[in-house]
């Protein structure tokens, strides 16, 4: 570093020497040698932006940035109002995210809106696009959005919501208002009404439909979505002034590198066609635009709101990497209802967070819940969650083999572990063996097991070595690992 500063001291291959030391900040000791460096001689960069070749001043601006002195800001801002070049123009915001910004927020707020305000050339519309990019990625950090409230719930809705693919009518059946439609991703609800949607259990996610003719087109998107009833929408949905943050969120064939261009000449397009009304945000968003490519090569467009509040799985503060979701937890419920019993005493030896019975005890309301766990953080984790879902239960941190109880179950209902790392093929199986063999135990004649796996051969082979057993019914689950779901019946008549 201080090599490269004493070339760039000597007007020697000033560009080059600029970039190495800009390689050099990537480490937390080039940026503490480059803060040294400047504070003994802090003309050698400063008198840099007034250089005559602009990629000097571009790379100089993003060099003090990551100095950040009160001398720096003051440097990059002045460089910056008096920058003609507009290729360079984005890299001083860019650099000023390093430097206390608090007290030049009006001024950066007004470049903002002469670029929104802006009719672009063809040549000048992607410098205008990087530019606004780069100041509202720097000013999220001292304008928190205004905040807007959702108050749509009266408001009949076309939304669509994201299901098991194989498991839609268990969803479409509790849905009673609007006209539905089965699609491929789950159901689509015309004029639903949300306070009832959000009862149900078992979808994964609710977007809003857009009214747009036909499919996007990737190089009209922009102009489609802002004469779409997007602002609109939300609008009528919310309470609140200002501008509404967003983030785009594309789905389909292209690579990463094509998404990522894509999506933010996208987004950097529809703030200023909607006059900042939209604001790309990469973190501090109110509404996700989903766009779903279509076999054509457009895109379908929907809308997630966070700012509606979705309660239903509000307990689950606390999850570790073997967690089922909690809507599939649901799912599971909903299938095996007719075999669930009212006011049953429900144990789940492989409990985790307590997801399962706790999706349980809101299908079918249970007497007494137990759950067992050999992983510690998890029962902590679990007995959280259940405080906060307003159940009782009772954790218990120890390996299913050596639980006793003083009364057998009417149910046990788990999610067996699956293959991990710590969990070969020959070990899962020794494991299941040794659970079967205890639901004869811990479980009453007449009982029920309710299990969610992995391993349908494992199951199999178990069930044919355990008589008392009766398959009941079986339901494929899919997803990325295939995983299926038992209904089984223990008797003591083999």
């Known amino acids: 570093m201080r090599e490269q500063f004493g070339y760039i001291k000597q007007g020697h291959e000033i560009r080059k020497n600029l970039i190495s030391v800009k390689e050099e900040l990537k480490r937390p ?18 008198s840099l932006l007034d250089e005559a070749d602009p990629k000097i001043r571009k790379n100089a601006a993003l060099v003090l940035g990551n100095v950040g002195t009160e001398e720096c800001r003051e440097a990059i801002l ?248 909690p809507e ?10 007719d075999y669930l019993k009212e006011n049953a005493r429900v144990l789940d030896p492989f409990c985790g967070v307590g997801t399962m019975l706790v999706e349980r005890n809101y299908r079918v309301h249970a007497d007494t819940l137990y759950g067992v766990d050999i992983y510690e953080p998890a029962i902590a984790g679990a007995r959280e969650n259940t405080e906060i879902a307003r159940m009782t239960a009772h954790y218990i941190h120890r390996d299913f083999q050596d639980f006793t109880h003083e009364y057998l179950f009417d149910e046990i209902v788990t999610n067996f572990p699956a293959k991990g790392k710590n969990l070969n093929g020959h070990t899962l199986e020794f494991l299941y063996g040794k659970f079967f063999d205890r639901v004869g135990e811990l479980l009453r004649p007449g009982g029920f097991v309710l299990l969610y796996s992995h391993d349908r051969a494992f199951v199999n082979r178990q069930m044919m070595n355990h008589g008392s057993l009766k398959l009941l019914e079986e339901w494929p689950m899919g997803g990325k690992e295939e995983s299926w779901l038992f209904a089984i019946r223990f008797s003591t008549v083999a």
């Open 29 to 46: 000791e080039g940026r503490r040698e480059l803060r040294k460096l400047f504070l003994e001689e802090p003309k050698v960069l400063l």
């Open 78 to 325: 002045k460089a910056y109002r008096m920058e003609e070049k507009r290729f360079v123009k984005s890299a001083y915001p860019e650099a000023l995210a390093g430097c206390d910004c608090s007290g030049c927020i009006k001024e950066l707020k007004s470049r903002r809106k002469e670029l929104l305000d802006e009719i672009p050339t063809i040549e000048t519309q992607k410098h205008q696009q990087e530019e606004l990019r780069a100041l509202n990625t720097l000013l999220s950090f001292y304008e928190k959005a205004k905040g807007h409230k959702f108050m749509g719930f009266s408001e009949p809705s076309d939304v669509i919501l994201i299901t098991h693919p194989d498991y839609r009518q268990v969803t479409l059946k509790n849905i009673t208002e609007g006209q539905t439609v089965l699609i491929k991703a789950g159901v689509k609800v015309l004029g639903g009404n949300l306070e009832n949607l959000l009862k149900i259990r078992t979808f994964r996610e609710l977007l809003f439909c857009l009214n747009i003719a036909g499919e996007l087109k990737a190089d009209t998107a922009a102009e489609q979505l802002a004469s779409s009833n997007l602002l609109s929408l939300l609008k009528e949905l919310h309470h609140g002034e200002g501008a509404f943050y967003f983030r785009i969120e594309c789905k389909g064939r292209m690579t990463l590198e094509q998404r990522s261009s894509f999506t933010k000449k996208l987004a950097a397009r529809l703030e200023i066609l909607t006059g900042g009304r939209l604001i790309n945000s990469t973190s501090n968003y109110e509404a996700e635009l989903r766009l779903v490519e279509t076999k054509k090569g457009g895109f379908y467009p929907l809308l997630k709101l966070y700012t509606l509040p979705d309660r239903r799985f509000a307990y689950r503060k606390n999850a570790v990497s073997a967690s089922i979701r």
């Open 328 to 337: 599939r937890a649901a799912l599971c419920m909903e299938l095996a209802a």
